[in-house]
């Protein structure tokens, strides 16, 4: 569904992403561990393209999107993207945040925008908070929102970035129940967390980036229970 | 004869009253086209200038506009009237539109500063989830980054409002009957300078204050409104 093709980014003179080489199939669940300023971020975020890779390819379904004649934006309503924090619209009622972007891009019509929005509502336990705004909800809520905002554009795709680092811990719990869902019915998701216990107990593969390059691929099992280079070894002692 | 007596007497006896209500007509005129002229400007620089800062294609058009600002902000607005009436449009007799066309153009100037710092203002995570979900860079402006931007800079947008307001009194320079310049022909014809002027002060006071006022109303409800959604 995806193929990486030897993605770089540089900032300025620091190089961020050093060749990055991965194909996410349909119905994979990918997860991306690393240490802090490794590139997990930015290699999420190259895929969708809100960061501008430097050199490399990422083809999308068929189409380079590197290539400037092809259509972003169209790709990226296949694309569902959650981010750390959150990023609700704040000045719209929660419906309206599901249903703004199906509207404007008329993928539904109004009355299946919004049946769509509470359905999606409703498998969050969220329904009852339609017509709230996204500060009257918790944080936890606020990313349960966030990823049915992303799901209602019915996305190939889901990218996580970090989806629970800006939690209170007591909230952690509730939105990967929902991403674990999410999985179970066979969402294609490229997950960059720190939660180790979900990437070893959702994800068909682990990254573990290091130094801009993905330092070790392979099963939670082998990435956890049998870690081969060195740096992954030290980094897993650290967070397990 | 008291205060009150020559007032009754120039503004009704004579009917001097109907000259300073066209005078205020103008004058309402001018000032509500110049903030529509102006804040479409000023959006519409302020969105170019932010867009324009990372993208290369649109450096020609950054430059125009800074270009325009600067320009407009550095002359006088009395100066860039005179200008636009006897220079550029000096075979246009119109001084109403001409009037408001300056003050539009002048005031666009300061308006694009007020939006960008409302755009800026709005955390850049707005643009990204917007572009996430397949909206595009003007789809995302209008619909979430505009309509946030807004609300952060309405009272800029008043005191801006204000400002027009008294500077429209300079519209007489080009022969246009505006308030300012209603009170001065009634001065000249009846050699009486107190109670024109006085009414001419007194009208401007109360819609500055009127205005005030408003923006006080506005600010209340939009905080209520974050109260009711923070709670």
Redesign the interface.
Known sequence: MIDVVNLEKHFGGENVLNGINTTIHKGDVVCVIGPSGSGKSTFLRCLNMLEKPTGGKIIFEGDDLMDKRVDLNAHRQKMGMVFQQFNLFPHMTIMENLTVAPLLLKKFDKGRAQEKALELLDRVGLADRANDYPSQLSGGQQQRVAICRALCMEPDVMLFDEPTSALDPEMVGEVLDVMKELAKAGMTMVVVTHEMGFAREVSNRVLFLDGGVIAEEGTPDAIFNHPQCERLQSFLAKVL | MSFFEKFYQIFVEKGYYTLMLDGFKSTLIITVGALAIGLVIGTIIAVIKYFGDDSKPMRPLVWLCDLYTTVVRGIPVVVLLLIFFFVIFASSKNGIAIATLTFGINSGAYMAELVRSGLNAV?A??M?????????KL?TMR??IL??AI?YILPAIFNELIALLKETSVAGYVAVVDLTRAGTLVRNNTYNAVVPLTLVAVVYLVLVVLLTRLLRLLERRMSTD?R????
């Open positions: 955390n995570g707005q990204e989830a917007g572009r996430s979900l397949g909206l595009s789809q619909k979430i309509p946030q609300r974050d009711r959604r923070k709670s």
